[in-house]
């Protein structure tokens, strides 16, 4: 199956920097999401974007689907930007499937 | 009004007992799943119903059994629990129209704590 991977696994923000969060994946994708899973453990759901560039508020999202990776931009972070985030990846082969990566653990500390 | 919600938000039980967790959407949406997630918070797809038919079921043990009534309900029954199945369970939804999936959206999951 396909392999999703996350980069770093654990990032120490001060509030108002900015960072970038990657992943990585082994096939052609048809579907890449981005969720956050805040510290109460909600999941949501932060891009579709399986090709691209979008944008929402502070943060933004480049899936650039040939090379087979993704980025989220988190500029001037906030607390509450603290949580971990998941990139997920369908293929034509696992139609329906979303295949999680591992997850990067952000803390942004005041 | 919550898009798509699980009860209960805990269940903590003890092993060899059977459990059931309700979710529902109020999306308009085709597609439900069930995903659990492990104490690494890893998550895994578990089952997949497109308009109460199962369209995916992931090898999971058949002591878990998924029951959809209508297309807005997908509902998680688990027989004779064991400790392995401690877990945060979590329902989701997205539209269904052929081409690949639209956005997921979750619940806010059931922790199962077996001992």
């Known amino acids: 199956g396909i392999q999703v991977e996350q980069s770093p696994p654990d990032l120490i923000l001060q509030e108002g920097a900015n960072s970038t969060l990657r992943c990585n994946f082994s096939?052609?994708?048809?579907?890449l999401q981005w969720f956050h899973q805040n510290p109460w453990g909600q999941l949501i759901n932060l891009f579709y974007?399986?090709?691209g560039t979008k944008q929402n508020g502070r943060l933004s999202a480049t899936t650039v689907a040939t090379e087979r990776y993704s980025l989220l931009y988190i500029s001037s972070s906030q607390t509450t930007d603290s949580g971990v985030y998941f990139c997920?990846?369908?293929?034509?082969?696992?139609?329906?499937?979303?295949?999680f990566g591992a997850g990067t653990q952000v803390v942004v500390t005041p | 009004d919550t898009a798509v919600s699980q009860t209960p938000k805990y269940l903590v039980t003890q092993m060899g007992n059977d459990k059931s967790i309700k979710c529902e959407q109020n999306?308009?949406?085709?597609?439900m799943y069930w995903y659990k997630q492990d104490s690494k918070k890893f998550l895994k797809i578990m089952f997949s119903?497109?308009?109460?038919?199962?369209?995916i079921n992931e090898t999971v043990p058949n002591r878990f059994s998924p029951k959809s009534p209508d297309k807005a309900h997908l509902n998680l029954h688990i027989n004779s629990l064991e400790l392995g199945d401690s877990a945060v369970y979590f329902c989701?939804?997205?539209?269904?129209?052929?081409?690949?999936?639209?956005?997921?959206?979750f619940g806010n999951g059931t922790r199962l704590t077996v001992t």
């Open positions: 989701a939804s997205s539209e269904y129209t052929g081409l690949p999936n639209s956005p997921l959206h």
């Open positions: 096939d052609s994708v048809n579907n």
């Open positions: 999306l308009g949406h085709d597609t």
């Open positions: 997920a990846v369908e293929t034509t082969d696992s139609w329906g499937k979303l295949q």
């Open positions: 974007i399986p090709s």
């Open positions: 119903y497109n308009n109460k038919e199962l369209i």
